[in-house]
């Protein structure tokens, strides 16, 4: 186990970068794609101008993302672990959790809908992207997207491959990192992953180097899964939700433990991406963050 301290200075993320967001309804059916190219400047008087020049596809109008479109512009500042957005087009906070991991949340007010969002750098020049749009608590989109540096790209970055990381590779192995909420200092441990499939259900076992062992087992209701499982002797029981490489998973362990988490596969870079917010009594004290390749 590694200890590491409080994230002070994320990586930058100055340049030019282009964005391919795939978009799904809350009922997790897809509907449809925009395409962004994003420009990060830094002002004279230290802030970062944002700068999206926003297309959607043509399958998405009449859709509320049908409106994600133009050139809005915003500016952030950084006072680590957070970000601040000031508007025009974005005002919020976002919060660094480990080097290259981020989630952040606030409103689009010409846009017209409040939004959680993340970022997770994966390699120098690969960022995963995604989050919500929503009405208050009516979510209206998910989405979920892939980054690239424009000087480096090859078109525009696309999500391929099977959805469920079962398929792409049994076994997976990587790192998982928790960040403690009062303090941001992490701890890093090794993690293997069997997939599994019975007869009924289909999931994983997490086997994580000197702590619990857990089981959680899906099982297809209609257009969402049940969960079950275990963590040590512990049960769990949740609910999960496809959208497309994306699962998401609300659970209770226990009684009072409870887990919020997303995967995001990305199969063309052999990638599986974690990111779980624990809370105990209902007060968040850790974030997980998991990292897995093919192994």
């Known amino acids: 186990m590694t200890i590491h301290p409080s994230p002070s200075q994320p990586p930058s993320f100055l340049g030019a970068w282009l964005v391919q967001e795939y978009v799904y309804n809350p009922d997790g059916t897809f509907a449809g794609t925009v395409q962004?190219?994003?420009e990060l400047v830094r002002q004279p008087d230290g802030r970062i101008r944002v700068t999206q020049h926003c297309q959607p596809g043509p399958e998405l109008a009449g859709h509320p993302m049908g409106r994600f479109t133009g050139t809005p512009v915003f500016d952030l500042t950084v006072a680590p672990p957070y970000r601040h957005y000031h508007g025009p087009a974005v005002i919020g906070t976002a919060i660094t959790w480990s080097d290259g991991v981020m989630t952040g949340q606030g409103i689009w007010p010409e846009?017209?809908?409040n939004f959680r969002s993340f970022t997770i750098l994966t390699?120098?020049?690969?960022q995963l992207t995604g989050g919500k749009f929503s009405n208050a608590s009516q979510m209206v989109a998910n989405i979920i997207g892939l980054v690239v540096p424009e000087e480096a790209a090859n078109g525009w970055p696309t999500f391929s491959g099977p959805h469920w990381p079962g398929e792409l590779a049994q076994t997976w192995v990587g790192t998982a990192e928790k960040v403690r909420v009062s303090s941001l200092e992490s701890a890093v441990r090794p993690l293997h992953?069997?997939?599994l499939t019975q007869q009924g259900w289909q999931g994983w076992q997490d086997e994580p180097t000197n702590a619990p062992t857990t089981q959680w087992q899906l099982t297809a209701d209609g257009q969402r899964w049940r969960v079950s499982g275990n963590r040590q002797t512990i049960p769990l029981h949740g609910i999960g939700k496809q959208f497309g490489w994306l699962l998401e998973i609300e659970a209770v362990v226990g009684f009072n433990h409870t887990v919020m988490m997303m995967e995001l596969l990305d199969a063309a870079g052999n990638q599986l991406i974690g990111l779980r917010h624990?809370?105990?009594?209902?007060q968040l004290f850790e974030v997980e963050i998991t990292r897995l390749q093919p192994g």
């Open 123 to 126: 390699q120098p020049a690969r």
């Open 111 to 113: 846009f017209g809908h």
């Open 36 to 38: 962004q190219r994003r």
């Open 193 to 195: 992953r069997r997939y």
């Open 278 to 282: 624990w809370l105990v009594d209902n």
